[in-house]
């Protein structure tokens, strides 16, 4: 059955998300049109707004409301170090520790072939200009511990290694809260070769 | 560890069944394409969470309204504990959840047979299933090497992406040689065991063979042996824009009496080749968990000779053995006093316990 077109693009726009089928979209949209109408609309200045204001950090390709981002132009970070993250998320995710006192560069994906994802496709120019540009003493390679954020930080580690400064990655533990049993061989023995004394 | 009864609803062309399994042997009777092999799938999905058809999930579903598949079996601990196993695949959007323990099972199917005649991938498999049963962990290692074996190729057959195959050349070597190193050592147990078997239903021949490395001569024993390997054939691989080397391409070479299956085994050879691979299985499993697994034949009693069946029907009626069969008659299994269902279009009948 077809709905008013009004409804039907609602439920054709909310089908985009990511994870959301056509089912969920239909339930969300008979949601967002049950909402009280103040609310609704709150709603969708809220996407207006973030979509019209965040844009990427021109220096570290963060998402930022104001051009360089908080943490670019914070004067106590150090410009001498710059962890390498995949996603905005991973920034968010970093900060939280209040451990790094460096600055980022969000790469914005990882390598890819099957996704057509190669080293072009990703801020990675960008990070070669910025270390020309600021000579930092130090790369924090903090992509993810899956086959591509691996396949990424080696990449970027070749690329990097010959520029004459300090390139790290970060340790691969075991997931909090892992189960020994569930985790594959590969994983184990690396955790076992990055232990530490306690 | 006793399975009382499954239950199937919007699984392939049966819309519900209740399967009650509990006596030494449940036999399902019925005309070719009504229903038979579904219902023994749907046995292995509840104990294994996975197809023994390897059927890809998309042919799973028959019945739009509702778009979901449930699979439940309930067990019996042995002393009367009972526990349930439920497997549900939601079409829209696509979940799929396994809630309970993994039951050993082997299958004895018509294509199980031909697994000495078929193709290297065949016997792959078989090894990576039985594998699988037995140790968790390699499952989960194989999937991560099948990746970086999937994101190598296609690195390799784009121009602009051949730059980055090296940076999957760790993943997937250190993946590779767990994976290497474990089905090595499986086939050195499978192939004694098999040999055993093979002896008594051959009338005294020998089963041997070895695990063939996959593009390579001979066997890997370290990552960094790999890499070697690995880079002696980068040209190679750039030509053929595919990974060349690694457990992808491994094969397991039998030989009776030393001449190779392969090449020249004979239709019944094949068979019983095949055959004590199944066999062999099954001891392992017995072995490895301290009971008998779940035994499902599919079909497979017309497919041998009286002698050959005999041997099945034996290990079928062992104390403690609980199977489960397909067939399109009942008279062979008679003496076992089975529970029958009778299927019909998608839909199960019970027969009684002594009816026949
Ligand atoms: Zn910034």
Redesign the interface.
């Known amino acids: 059955m077809l709905y008013p077109t009004p409804i039907q693009d609602l439920v054709n726009e909310l089908a985009k998300l990511p994870?959301?089928?056509?089912?969920?979209a239909q339930r969300l949209a008979f949601f967002l049109l049950n909402m009280p109408k103040g609310e609704a609309e709150l709603l969708s200045s809220a996407i207006v707004a973030a979509r019209n204001r965040i844009r990427y950090c021109s220096v570290c390709f963060n998402f930022t409301d104001q051009d360089p981002c908080a943490i670019c132009r914070h004067p106590s970070r150090d410009a001498k170090i710059i962890m390498v993250v995949e996603q905005p998320k991973d920034v968010v995710a970093m900060e939280k520790t209040r451990e790094f006192k460096g600055r980022y560069h969000v790469l914005h994906g990882a390598?890819?072939?099957?996704e057509?994802i190669?080293?072009?496709d990703l801020k990675v120019k960008e990070l070669l200009g910025r270390i020309e540009r600021e000579s930092p003493v130090e790369i924090v390679l903090a992509t993810s511990s899956n086959?591509?954020g691996?396949?990424?930080a080696?990449?970027l580690g070749r690329l990097l290694k010959p520029m004459g400064l300090t390139v790290t990655r970060i340790a691969r533990g075991l997931p909090m809260g892992g189960d020994l049993?569930?985790?594959?061989?590969?994983t184990l023995?690396k955790a076992l070769e990055g232990r530490q004394e306690i | 560890m006793l399975l009382r009864s499954v239950d199937i609803r919007q699984f392939r062309n049966i819309a519900q069944a209740h399967l009650d399994c509990s006596s030494q042997l449940t036999l399902v009777v019925g005309k070719n394409a009504q229903g038979k092999t579904n219902a023994l799938d749907a046995i292995h999905i509840a104990l294994q969470g996975k197809s023994f058809r390897n059927s890809p999930e998309l042919e799973w579903f028959s019945f739009v309204d509702p778009d979901v598949i449930a699979i439940t079996a309930s067990l019996d601990n042995g002393q009367g504990r009972l526990s349930s196993i439920e497997h549900r695949v939601m079409a829209?959007?696509?979940k799929r959840i396994h809630r309970g323990p993994k039951i050993p099972v082997v299958v004895f199917s018509p294509q199980d047979l031909a697994l000495s005649k078929g193709s290297p991938s065949d016997r792959r498999r078989f090894l990576d299933q039985t594998i699988s049963l037995m140790n968790?962990?390699y499952d989960?290692?194989l999937k991560?090497f099948q990746?970086?074996v999937?994101?190598?190729n296609?690195?390799l057959k784009?121009p602009?992406?051949s730059?980055?195959v090296d940076?999957?050349n760790?993943?997937l070597v250190?993946?590779g040689t767990?994976v290497w190193q474990t089905r090595q050592e499986f086939v050195l147990t499978l192939l004694s065991q098999a040999n055993v078997s093979y002896r008594r239903i051959s009338n005294g021949e020998s089963l041997g063979g070895h695990l063939q490395y996959g593009g390579c001569q001979s066997p890997i024993a370290s990552e960094a042996e790999y890499l070697t390997v690995l880079e002696q054939r980068r040209t190679d691989e750039r030509l053929r824009m595919m990974t060349l080397v690694g457990p992808h391409r491994d094969d397991l070479a039998l030989d009776i009496g030393g001449r190779s299956v392969s090449l020249y085994a004979s239709q019944g050879q094949h068979r019983l080749v095949s055959l004590s691979l199944k066999l062999a299985t099954f001891h392992l499993l017995q072995e490895e968990f301290g009971e008998p697994p779940v035994i499902l034949l599919d079909d497979v009693l017309s497919e041998l000779d009286s002698d050959r069946r005999g041997e099945l029907l034996r290990m079928i009626s062992q104390k403690d053995q609980q199977t489960i069969v397909t067939d399109t008659e009942a008279r062979n299994y008679e003496y076992l006093s089975p529970m029958i269902y009778h299927v019909d279009n998608g839909s199960f009948t019970k027969w009684g316990q002594d009816h026949a």
């Open positions: 994870g959301v089928g056509p089912k969920t390598i890819s072939p099957m057509g190669g080293p072009e086959l591509e691996e396949a990424t080696l990449y049993d569930y985790t594959d061989e590969v023995s | 829209n959007p696509h968790a962990r989960r290692a991560q990746h970086a999937l994101q190598r296609r690195a784009e602009r992406l730059h980055i940076s999957f760790p993943a250190s993946y767990y």
